[in-house]
């Protein structure tokens, strides 16, 4: 079974800074691709950012330059550092978890965490 934790939402200025962390337990298989997606309200959930094992990566292309997701295995982590934040960034952001099959494909693994909630001012 696998668990997927979010932390570090929060309210922050246009132009600020966060970083979001998701504690990860399950089986090496279930968690070869980790992903953020993100959601606004009345708006499709849309993937953020995906990391592979090996610390392979692909961003969409609205935070490229300005988000970086990183993993730590030994401490089960994947972290979500977003620079220069716009309003338009204002959603909540799921941890996600697949197999390696999910790296491929536009597919979301089939394991979510919670969800935090990241707000950007106005």
């Known amino acids: 079974q696998v668990r997927l934790v979010e932390s570090g939402g929060g309210l922050v200025q246009p132009g600020g800074t966060l970083k979001l962390s998701c504690a990860v337990s399950?089986?090496?298989?279930?968690?070869?691709?980790l992903a953020w997606y993100r959601q606004a309200p009345e708006q499709q959930r849309e993937l953020v950012a995906k990391?592979?094992?090996?610390?392979?990566?692909r961003y969409a292309d609205y935070v490229k330059g300005r988000f970086t997701i990183a993993r730590d295995n030994a401490k089960n982590t994947v972290s979500l550092q977003m620079d220069n934040l716009a309003p338009d960034d204002t959603a909540v952001y799921y941890c996600n978890s697949g197999a390696v099959t999910h790296w491929a494909t536009p597919t979301p693994g089939p394991y979510w965490g919670q969800g935090t909630q990241v707000t950007v001012s106005s």
């Open positions: 990391i592979g094992r090996s610390g392979n990566t």
């Open positions: 399950g089986s090496s298989f279930s968690t070869a691709v």
